[in-house]
């Protein structure tokens, strides 16, 4: 049974474990769980425990693949093409140490790449001698067309043998023309990895759909799942030759028995996925993704009117999350954002970001179904008592 959009908000928050005087307005860094979630989690590792051989031995695996499979018409995949992994960094490092990277080999990624990715990019550069290669994503954002002409203007200069595309990039919440970015990469003969951490639950996905080479996202972020559940799919031209970062005693015995066993560890997190879904289900992942689209939109206009500013992308951009500038006089810098969101977090209780960007500081403000635009109001008006000589 699907319940009706119109019981989003604030009726919602004893579902998840927050802080009753907390304000979770970042929702995109770690999610929030639903208690019924952790409650199944719970289950998992009960079963693990009671009886451990069995269960590590004839179940674990199985309970993977199964949870493989309950997630795959949520993104547009096979469950055969899919692997179960805790975070998207994981992925990324299988997905880069597979790769018979020579010198001169380039990888092309942006200024705004997650930390995590650029870093395992630097990595096996150094290790291969191959080279990074980066592009300007401009922000503030106009249109996809623009991100797209940039990308294009990049590809012809550096010609990489491997295009790393963000689906939804962190630091900017920009929500990116993927399938033309993959097109785009693919006529000029490189390689696509998708790193769509944001992607799952929060924009419709069609990942066969897409002609990427590899993709990952997160479960834990916009799908409700426990924190430590992520997958990685791998496309037919490269599934045969992925390995992941660890090694264990699946390797050389196919895509599955690799990712799926490397080392004991718990699983709980992704063998809880179909709980997760449920959640989802319950609700409706299109009701979801509409209430959340419709409240960042809402929380854009209503913070840079009071702020007097503007937002970083228009709504062709705008998922589940926003971009908003604060105004003039509040510094720039990672250690000024820092100190704000320390400051909003222990004076105010409000869970938000804030990131340096374009001379300024932007605060990127998560919408999830138990949000409601009551916080965004409490976040505008914390903002402006902090200006300084206020």
Not at 259 to 265: A, K, L, M, Q
Not at 270 to 275: C, F, G, I, M, V
Request: charged fraction near 20%; charge should be negative.
């Amino acid at each position: 049974m699907t319940t009706a959009p119109s019981a989003f908000g604030t009726d919602l928050r004893p579902l998840f474990c927050l802080e009753e005087a907390s304000l979770h307005l970042n929702h995109g860094s770690y999610g929030a769980t639903p208690r019924l979630v952790l409650e199944a989690q719970r289950d998992w590792r009960d079963r693990m425990e009671a009886e451990p051989s069995r269960f590590m031995e004839f179940e674990f695996r199985p309970a993977l693949r199964a949870a493989a499979a309950r997630l795959a018409p949520y993104v547009g995949a096979r469950a055969d093409d899919l692997a179960m992994v805790e975070n998207p960094t994981q992925a990324v490092n299988a997905i880069l140490r597979s790769l018979d990277l020579k010198p001169g080999d380039r990888i092309l990624i942006n200024d705004q790449t997650y930390g995590a990715v650029r870093n395992t990019v630097r990595f096996v550069c150094t290790m291969t001698g191959a080279e990074i290669a980066e592009w300007t994503l401009p922000f503030p954002a106009e249109s996809p067309q623009q991100a797209l002409s940039a990308f294009e203007t990049a590809l012809a200069q550096s010609k990489p043998r491997l295009a790393i595309i963000d689906h939804v990039t962190s630091p900017t919440a920009l929500a990116l023309p993927v399938e033309a970015m993959t097109a785009a990469a693919r006529d000029a003969g490189a390689l696509v990895l998708v790193d769509g951490a944001h992607a799952p639950g929060m924009m419709g996905l069609d990942i066969e759909a897409l002609g990427a080479d590899w993709y990952t996202g997160t479960c834990h972020k916009w799908l409700f799942a426990a924190k430590g559940c992520a997958f990685l799919w791998a496309g037919p031209r490269v599934i045969d030759r992925l390995h992941p970062a660890v090694i264990s005693h699946g390797y050389l015995n196919g895509f599955h028995e690799e990712f799926d066993w490397v080392g004991t560890r718990d699983g709980s997190a992704q063998q809880s996925l179909p709980a997760a879904l449920d959640f989802v289900d319950r609700f409706g992942v299109e009701a979801i993704r509409t209430h959340n689209h419709a409240l960042a939109m809402a929380a854009g206009r209503r913070l840079s009117a009071a702020w007097g500013t503007e937002m970083g992308q228009p709504e062709s951009m705008v998922g589940s999350m926003v971009m908003v500038r604060l105004p003039d006089g509040y510094g720039t810098g990672f250690e000024t954002a820092r100190d704000l969101r320390l400051r909003l977090l222990r004076e105010d209780r409000i869970q938000t970001r804030v990131n340096p960007l374009a001379g300024g500081l932007y605060v990127r403000v998560s919408s999830q179904i138990y949000n409601h635009i009551g916080e965004i109001d409490a976040l505008a008006d914390a903002v402006l008592a902090k200006r300084p000589n206020a």
